[in-house]
């Protein structure tokens, strides 16, 4: 899905408004194949932050979030929208669904309704284990599979979580995602940039630069009915007839949207240098890279060296060994990370190769 992505600034400077249809369709990377690395490429650049900061910190303390909490995501907009739920008395599950909601609205070229992905919660108070909401397991059978397409579940996803740990109503969720597609948000370079080296995105938008409006009433009337209706109007509603012209692949595909759901489980954990390391069970290779890291022997005494983090660099990505085919795909995803009082909660979302609209 495609709408625009809003990131304030003086960069920024506001033309002429434009308004765009709207469809689940054209936004989402190349397949599995992207998908594998997104997921791959994400594992090293988190292990490798893990890295700087377990072993630069000297056992300093850490910063600490102010008394109402911290919202982390790729876009001003989106970080707006996590921190007025937070205002409102939302807990960190409301705020991280919020901004997750606003960035498939102005982050199309990494996010979007149709893609897939994981959410992690975590309570520090409790100390339990985190829970993992997976809607990255959203493949649908017979002959979508070659097709490479996939079941739109960002919003099933987003969903679930809020139901599970949710505060607030689910239409105070969503509504300011709503007017931010109707009212519109200024391109930024980014996705301009994202635009004008697709041909799809082009079809759809036509020519963006950055600075402009972008309007976007079809995501905001779909937003709006999802935020009154639930997900359930995308999945068996009206909208869901939108999804394929073609009537015998619209027959196949109406009962897995309608049967799907996310899979819930505990964390995985594993040990890093005394630190704990909480991942999804499906994320093998994480565990071979922690090993293969604690193999190297790093102190405090020699991770300010150039060398160290050139063995860092080579032992993540011999412990991955990523297929060279790989490497022709992008990595385009989003990720929200919300913090309030005890309760740490991280989305990371995907895009999906959903061409059937």
């Not at 090293?44 to 900061?53: D, E, N, P, V």
């Not at 897995?256 to 005394?274: C, E």
């Not at 090993?291 to 050139?310: F, G, M, P, Q, R």
Request: net charge positive.
């Amino acid at each position: 899905m495609r709408y625009n992505n809003s990131s304030s600034g003086e960069e920024c400077p506001l033309t002429k408004g434009r308004s765009y249809k709207y469809t689940l369709s054209m936004y989402c990377g190349d397949g599995l194949k992207f998908i594998i690395s997104c997921f791959t490429i994400l594992t090293i650049s988190i292990t490798t932050t893990l890295i700087l900061q377990i072993l630069y910190a000297d056992g300093s303390p850490q910063d600490k979030a102010s008394i109402h909490g911290a919202v982390a995501t790729d876009y001003t907009n989106c970080s707006q929208i996590g921190s007025k739920i937070l205002r409102k008395g939302g807990n960190a599950v409301d705020a991280a669904v919020a901004a997750t909601i606003c960035m498939t609205v102005v982050a199309p070229h990494k996010t979007g309704l149709g893609g897939g992905g994981y959410i992690m919660i975590y309570n520090h108070k409790e100390q339990s284990e985190p829970i993992i909401v997976d809607f990255a397991n959203n493949t649908i059978t017979d002959n979508f599979v070659q097709d490479e397409i996939r079941i739109p579940a960002v919003l099933k996803g987003l969903e679930h979580a809020h139901k599970l740990k949710g505060k607030l109503p689910w239409n105070e969720i969503v509504k300011p995602s709503v007017s931010l597609a109707k009212g519109g948000f200024v391109v930024s370079k980014e996705l301009a940039s994202e635009i004008s080296k697709n041909i799809n995105y082009e079809i759809l938008y036509g020519h963006i630069n950055a600075g402009d409006i972008l309007k976007l009433h079809d995501l905001s009337d779909l937003l709006n009915a999802v935020a009154l209706e639930g997900t359930n109007v995308l999945y068996n509603g009206s909208f869901s007839q939108k999804l394929l012209h073609d009537k015998v692949k619209l027959l196949k595909l109406l009962p897995q949207l309608v049967n799907y759901k996310p899979d819930v489980y505990i964390a995985k954990k594993s040990s890093f240098y005394k630190h704990a390391i909480y991942y999804s069970p499906h994320m093998s290779l994480l565990k071979s890279m922690i090993t293969a890291l604690e193999n190297l022997k790093i102190s405090t005494d020699n991770t300010s060296i150039v060398e160290t983090d050139i063995e860092v660099a080579k032992t993540l990505i011999n412990s991955v060994s990523i297929p060279l085919q790989i490497k022709q795909y992008g990595l385009l995803y989003s990720t929200v990370f919300i913090l309030k009082r005890n309760i740490y909660v991280c989305i990371y979302t995907f895009c999906n190769n959903i061409d059937f609209i």
